[in-house]
């Protein structure tokens, strides 16, 4: 959820700036009011670079960049969304190097692989595409090693505060919840979805799904003492959980329509909105049951949902800006707009600080002025 969305998009948008990349990217971009945090490749395929964009016009204030060699399917270039967290911002790239980097000079504070130095791990079809996630002060992120399933490592430094044994990684990333009136970690590995118990690592509860196969890429999602979980064979189903912070393994609700592969649904009071092959309002008051659904060539594909109390703002696969009334009782487009023209790789999911909207497209990225000119 972000505070603000526009009451409408320019037919035209007001491009603030734009910055040439060397390679396609799927990582989500992470922004400040000063600094915007992008991944890339080089153009040999064999490193990757991450950049610190000026968040004003564009111009290049530090690169990291460390050799990365590999094959995955859909290339190698990074998934994870880099964590910017006060004064450092945390980089995973999908052969599993994680940096910790100052956020003011792009220096180097400590280092580590996530194949190297908890393995043996098998590298999956993916890679590493978690997110990094800090969680009381301590940086979790997860292997998917035999003895080290999750770990949770001093931000500072880098050294090991707990590890966790358990199943491979998924691909989705983690979230801190407070259910029941307990702290926990919650995400997928390769399995299940789990429960962590944040200061030791010990896995509180474990729920397999109905089906098997879900590649779990999309994020849970926690509404008060409830959790939304989406899956591309499972549906989108609702968990409660006891006073102990057990879940009940039953879901409360499910959607069976409602399953994504890849992108994460999002809450917007009682409602949940989600693309899968049309755009769906869920009714979370009603058992999950679909208000309305909404069927256009943009929500065919892959897109990334943004979400204020009153608006939806949808990115398309092709680098078109689609904004919906998130209280209407049916389906209300407000407004499209293109950004990238001749595009059809728009996967990094975008950054919206202020009135200004970041967004990846193959080969570039671009700031959008998102409030009316006047």
Not at 153 to 172: C, E, M, N, S
Request: aromatic share 8%; hydrophobic share 40%; charged share 20%.
């Amino acid at each position: 959820m972000v505070d603000w969305l526009p009451d409408r998009l320019e037919p035209h948008p007001t491009i603030v700036w734009e910055k040439k990349l060397a390679s396609p990217g799927l990582g989500g971009v992470a922004a400040t009011d000063q600094s915007v945090i992008v991944s890339d490749r080089d153009l040999a395929d064999s490193a990757d670079i991450f950049r610190c964009l000026d968040a004003a016009d564009g111009h290049e204030l530090w690169a990291v960049r460390y050799p990365a060699r590999g094959k995955l399917d859909y290339g190698n270039s990074p998934r994870a969304t880099p964590l910017i967290d006060s004064d450092l911002v945390f980089l995973l790239g999908a052969l599993g190097d994680l940096h910790a980097v100052s956020l003011a000079s792009g220096q180097i504070v400590w280092n580590k692989n996530l194949r190297r130095d908890f393995g043996p791990v098998k590298l999956q079809a993916w890679g590493w595409c978690s997110s990094p996630l800090i969680a009381d002060g301590r940086l979790i992120v997860n292997p998917g090693a035999k003895d080290a399933s999750l770990v949770a490592l001093d931000r500072a430094t880098g050294q090991v505060f707990w590890k966790t044994p358990g199943a491979p990684a998924a691909f989705g990333s983690f979230i801190l919840a407070q259910l029941a009136g307990r702290q926990e970690l919650v995400g997928h590995d390769q399995n299940s979805l789990g429960g962590w118990d944040p200061a030791t690592g010990k896995r509180l509860w474990q729920v397999a799904p109905a089906r098997t196969g879900d590649f779990n890429v999309p994020t849970p999602v926690q509404v008060a003492d409830t959790l939304l979980v989406s899956t591309e064979n499972n549906g989108t189903r609702a968990f409660r959980f006891d006073a102990l912070g057990q879940i009940d393994r039953r879901p409360l609700a499910e959607n069976v329509d409602l399953c994504p592969d890849a992108h994460t649904p999002i809450v917007i009071g009682n409602r949940l909105f989600g693309v899968s092959g049309e755009l769906y309002c869920l009714d979370l008051s009603a058992g999950l049951k679909a208000l309305w659904t909404a069927s256009d060539d943009a929500f065919s594909e892959y897109t990334s949902l943004l979400g204020s109390p009153e608006r939806v703002l949808i990115t398309t696969l092709h680098g078109e800006l689609l904004l919906i009334d998130a209280q209407s009782p049916e389906y209300r487009l407000i407004d499209r707009s293109q950004l990238f023209a001749d595009d059809s790789g728009v996967y990094a999911h975008p950054a919206l600080v202020g009135t200004r909207l970041y967004v990846r497209g193959s080969n570039s990225i671009c700031c959008v002025e998102l409030a009316l000119q006047q």
